[in-house]
């Protein structure tokens, strides 16, 4: 008997309320530049990475400002209240509680980072910071590469590589008129690729595809 022919469907993550998380306005251009980590607070998403891009930046005298929310985890590979505690106390970062609505320090910030080496599906902090609006920072890596197109909508480091974030920091801190045609095209790659609406369409009509 003849084999029947599979078809698969490949969709970019379940995408996002792009109404709710709306372009806004990105803050004032004059330094610091202002960065956002959102992400659990264990090792392969990269909050040491991000904290000693952090000092780096500060022994160089480059006027940016971490920030970190987060949620601690117990066990495993999870970050310690304390050395988070350590962090602020150095200057390094500014460390914020888990909270139900992250809009508010998205569009605090010029730009987001996520310096995960965790195998990610397609992280939805990536997908909500471009519809708002702001360039991303990530990783070449599985399901971060996905979120963006490097050099228009944000820049793209290798993992575990504490240097080049803070190049990548120091870069955008030192040519502040990108960010503004960088969050453009933020959005728009947004509206091509993370439209919840789509992707539930899309979705359904894989699973229903004789469905009007």
Known sequence: APSKKSEVTRLRGIGVDLDRFAPTPLPPAQPPLKA????????????RIYAEAGRLLRAKGVPVELHL?????????????????????EGVLVYHAPRADVRPLIESAHVLVLPSHYREGLPATLMEAAAMGRPVITTDNPGCREALSPGETGLMIPPRDPQALATALQEIAANPTRLAPMGTAARCFAEAYFDRKKADATFIKALLPNQA
Do not use: T
Not at 69 to 87: A, H, P
């Open 69 to 89: 929310l987060g949620e601690f985890v117990e066990g495993g590979s999870g970050v310690e209240r304390d050395e988070v505690d350590g962090w602020e106390q």
């Open 36 to 47: 956002i980590m959102i992400a659990r607070l264990v090792e392969e998403k990269g909050p």
